[in-house]
């Protein structure tokens, strides 16, 4: 696994090119998201991105990127639009399993003021 796998997972996303979602997601894939049950298996990943997701549009900026052969983190950005049209631009951090050489399990985080 490398940095540019990574890359390509955000790449694939703002793209809204949800059909290469197998290129980077493991067919059993577990991806937990704040607000959500965890998704369980491709097919729910995919209704998600297609279907759920509350972002219209958008660009994931990336500002580090860690990986190993079988777990990896990465930090940064999202700057877009909301499907209602209100604006978004919210940090974030993926820490992520490796497994066949693809994401077996996902888990993110965004960060909101405490206060």
Known sequence: ????????????????????????FHP????????????????????????????ACGQHRLDIVVVSDTHGVCTGRFVGTHRDGSAIDERFADVYT????????????FFRPAV
């Not at 696994?1 to 980077?24: G, K």
């Not at 490796?98 to 985080?109: A, E, L, M, V």
């Open 1 to 24: 696994m490398n940095e540019a796998f990574v890359r390509t997972l955000f790449d694939i996303v703002d793209a809204r090119d949800f059909d290469r979602l197998p290129e980077v």
């Open 28 to 55: 059993r894939v577990v991806y937990e998201r704040p607000g959500y049950a965890p998704f369980e298996g491709l097919e729910r990943l995919d209704r998600f991105y297609r279907h759920e997701r509350v972002i």
């Open 98 to 109: 490796f497994q066949d050489g693809r994401i077996r399990h996902r888990t993110s985080y």
